[in-house]
Structures are given as structure tokens and as C-alpha cells.
């Protein structure tokens, strides 16, 4: 009779519980944990406003232009995805940062700022014209026997 592959039960597979002083019922020593200096700074409230305002704008421009898009304002900084339909797995990630002469930009994913937060139709067009190529390349279909 063969042996028979079965999955390992959740209880297998939770490896069990650390012996440490507190689950023993003993206090355990407060060590200092280190914030490296380069660590970001979670923006204060009135910026991440700020931010999610100019993303707003910038979703719906991309909506007009026939981009899809979706906000993550839980994370900081507040980021927008934009990506086309029928390719979802090929976008960009855009956030907002504070340029020269307070100023705030559009950045993409590599760091590069796209256009300043009041050009909103130049940033939609700079994205478009960033993705359509990789997009277009997504959607063409390979070749029989090309790598």
C-alpha cells in the first residue's frame, strides 16, 4: 500500500511557543531598541492630507485619460498605484513629496519626480507615457519557439 501525501495540520505547521521568562510568569529585562538617524518620519497629519489631495487629483485625471488606479493611504507615505486594466501586474507606484521652494512634486517608484503636484494633465501624461511601452509589450502576444 502506498504512503499517501497529506498536508500538515495548522497545529503542525504553528511552530510551538518561545520558553522565554514572560511566559513563564517572570518579568522580562526592557532592552532599548535603536532608531537608525535615516529612518523616515511618519509625516505629520496637515501633509498627509496634503498628500492624499494631490493623489485624489491625480486618480482622477488618470481615470479620465482610461488608467486604473488605487490609493494606499494606510501606508506612509500615502502612495497611489496606477496600472492599466487589463494588466494589473505592470503599474507604477506614485507618492508626494515637499520640492524646492515648498513646492510638492509627484515621485515615482524610482525616485524621479514626475511633475510639480499643480501640473496635474502633465503628470497623468508623464505616467501614461512611462507605462504605455511596458503595457503594450505585456499585452503583445510571444512568438511560437521565441524565448
Do not use: N
Not at 513563564?24 to 529585562?29: D, L, W
Not at 505629520?44 to 479620465?64: G, I, Y
Not at 501614461?128 to 524565448?147: E, F, I, M, N, S
Amino acid at each position: 500500500m502506498a504512503h499517501r501525501w497529506e498536508p500538515p495540520s495548522p497545529a503542525e505547521a504553528v511552530p510551538p511557543p518561545r520558553q522565554g521568562a514572560a511566559s513563564q510568569g517572570k518579568t522580562e529585562a526592557v532592552r532599548p531598541v535603536r532608531v537608525p538617524p535615516s529612518a523616515p518620519v511618519a509625516p505629520p497629519w496637515a501633509a498627509r492630507w496634503r498628500m492624499r489631495r494631490h493623489l485624489d487629483r491625480l486618480a482622477r485625471e488618470l481615470r479620465r485619460a482610461g488608467w486604473s488606479s488605487l490609493t494606499r493611504y494606510e501606508e506612509s507615505p500615502p502612495s497611489l498605484r496606477v496600472f492599466a486594466a487589463r494588466v494589473p501586474c505592470v503599474g507604477e507606484t506614485v507618492t508626494v513629496v515637499a520640492g524646492p521652494g515648498k513646492a510638492w512634486w509627484f515621485r515615482s517608484s524610482l525616485g524621479h519626480r514626475i511633475a510639480p503636484c499643480s501640473d496635474v494633465v502633465g503628470a497623468a501624461w508623464e505616467i501614461a507615457v512611462l507605462l504605455t511601452p511596458w503595457v503594450a509589450a505585456a499585452l503583445t502576444p510571444r512568438r511560437r519557439g521565441a524565448p
